[in-house]
């Protein structure tokens, strides 16, 4: 019997490539998402061991049963990827009450809700979870408050999990992506925010999606047994260096 994986926001980004990547591994994937029409966009890609399971995370009944229905599905939960997110940049000031309500609700929210409704199954099989934050959550940032805030929170979430669940053999990690390569970063980012990043990534460059769902795959496989709650920044480097100075490059 395969192990099963159950991924939040796994329509699209990283979300979709870990599911990819669990699958090729010979995992099943319960693949959720609050975009319907994007789920049967790419569902019939994926094969017999992957299904579609439309819930927003941050609502509390609809979690409960859409978790339920995975377990109809599947027969039990292995590993959940907590990856649905929503990014609100703007001003601090501009930042009123709904706005951050509104990436609460799924950045912190989502993940609490989604993992408390999967413990009992996670109980059963001594699963993992991987909570996804960033590197805003690690490293103040202009225009993010309430995105930085809620992935800062969901790093201490993490550590909640793996000290309260430990017992019962349920590992928890976190991993932090620095800039990823994705449709929508390389659509908004101008060259001159292109250029900085790179400056500012002893890499120096983008990582991509597929490098972000290797490690989550990896935090959920027996290879990493004895590895739980770790908060981990995939990020070139990024959050590891302090101002850069692009003089010194020359």
Request: glycine share 10%; aromatic share 6%.
């Amino acid at each position: 019997m395969s192990k099963v994986a159950m991924v939040t926001g796994a329509a699209r980004g990283i979300g979709l490539a870990t599911s990819k990547q669990f699958l090729a591994k010979g995992w099943s994937v319960a693949l959720v998402d609050w975009d319907a029409a994007e789920l049967d966009t790419v569902l019939p890609e994926l094969g017999d061991q992957a299904a579609g399971f439309t819930c927003d995370v941050s609502d509390a009944e609809a979690v409960q049963m859409m978790v339920a229905a995975v377990e109809a599905r599947f027969g039990g939960i292995d590993a959940v990827v907590n990856n649905a997110g929503v990014a609100e940049f703007g001003p601090i000031e501009d930042c009123d009450y709904a706005t951050w309500k509104r990436v609460m609700a799924t950045n912190l929210d989502g993940p609490f809700l989604v993992t408390h409704a999967a413990t009992p199954a996670l109980k059963t099989r001594r699963g993992a979870i991987v909570n996804i934050a960033s590197i805003s959550g690690l490293r103040a940032s202009t225009l993010r408050v309430a995105y930085g805030t809620s992935k800062a929170a969901v790093m201490h979430l993490t550590k909640q999990h793996a000290a309260e669940l430990g017992e019962f053999g349920i590992r928890a990690n976190c991993v932090c992506p620095g800039p990823v390569k994705t449709k929508l970063s390389m659509a908004v980012h101008s060259p001159e925010i292109i250029a900085a990043y790179h400056d500012a990534i002893p890499l120096n460059r983008y990582g991509s999606e597929d490098e972000i769902a290797a490690l989550i795959c990896f935090l959920c496989s027996e290879e990493a047994s004895y590895v739980t709650g770790q908060v981990i920044a995939a990020d070139g480097g990024f959050e590891a260096t302090g101002v850069g100075l692009p003089a010194l490059r020359e």
